[in-house]
């Protein structure tokens, strides 16, 4: 899930086939809604049971369907620990 800038008070799901919904509720309150998200960066919140890899060297998650998501450098080493 990522913020939508243009509207703070909404947030963007990506699908596993590449697709978007917007979602009238911001990351703060899906985080609380949906345990088993993650906040990977400010603007992201992550499933890691849909992450495929990790690329420390650009501090990105890449998840099953190739998409890419930022994380930040604080919190890479917990994903890592968390995808072991």
């Known amino acids: ?30 985080e609380k809604e949906n345990p088993r998200l993650w906040r990977s960066h400010q603007s992201y919140l992550l499933n890691p ?16 369907n190739g998409l890419k998501c930022p994380v930040s450098r604080q919190k890479f080493k917990i994903l890592a620990e968390r995808f072991a």
């Open 49 to 64: 049971g849909n992450v495929y890899m990790l690329d420390k060297l650009n501090a990105t998650a890449t998840f099953v």
């Open 1 to 30: 899930m990522e913020s939508q800038c243009s509207n703070t008070h909404a947030a963007v799901l990506w699908l596993v086939d590449k697709q978007t919904i917007q979602v009238p509720k911001n990351l703060h309150v899906l």
